[in-house]
């Protein structure tokens, strides 16, 4: 059984940063690219950033270019969402997710439906 448990949402003031993790278990994590994506109230879930398999290339949202990152410890099967300048908008609940296919490059991987197993999400709120 695959497992993502997520961590490391919170309170945080705007220009704030903060690291989420997700552990991942049950499946050969070494082998998968990882994806975040998030969710504010009343809105569609959207695509944050990937990272391949190896952790040698990621693509993100243009909403988040330049203040997020990703990186990965494929030792420790856990994905590192950074999060950077924090803004108001980047308010959500932030969900990681498994890439369906092994070995995939970043590339055209922005949809939930690249995805087969997804993480319970972390609530994160930027507020002064």
């Known amino acids: 059984q695959v497992q993502l448990i997520e961590s490391g949402g919170g309170l945080v003031q705007p220009g704030a940063s903060l690291r989420l993790s997700c552990a991942v278990s049950g499946r050969s994590f070494s082998r998968y690219a990882m994806g975040w994506f998030r969710q504010a109230p009343a809105r569609e879930r959207e695509f944050v950033g990937v990272?391949?398999?190896?952790?040698?290339?990621?693509e993100f949202a243009d909403s988040v270019k330049g203040r997020f990152s990703l990186s990965r410890d494929n030792a420790r099967s856990t994905v590192y969402l950074h999060m950077n300048n924090l803004k108001p908008e980047d308010a959500a609940v932030y969900f990681c997710?498994?890439?369906?296919?092994?070995?995939?490059?970043?590339?055209?991987?922005?949809?939930?439906?690249?995805?087969?197993?997804w993480g319970q999400g972390t609530q994160v709120t930027v507020s002064s």
């Open positions: 997710a498994v890439a369906r296919w092994p070995l995939t490059s970043v590339r055209n991987m922005d949809a939930s439906s690249s995805y087969d197993y």
């Open positions: 990272i391949d398999y190896n952790g040698e290339s990621a």
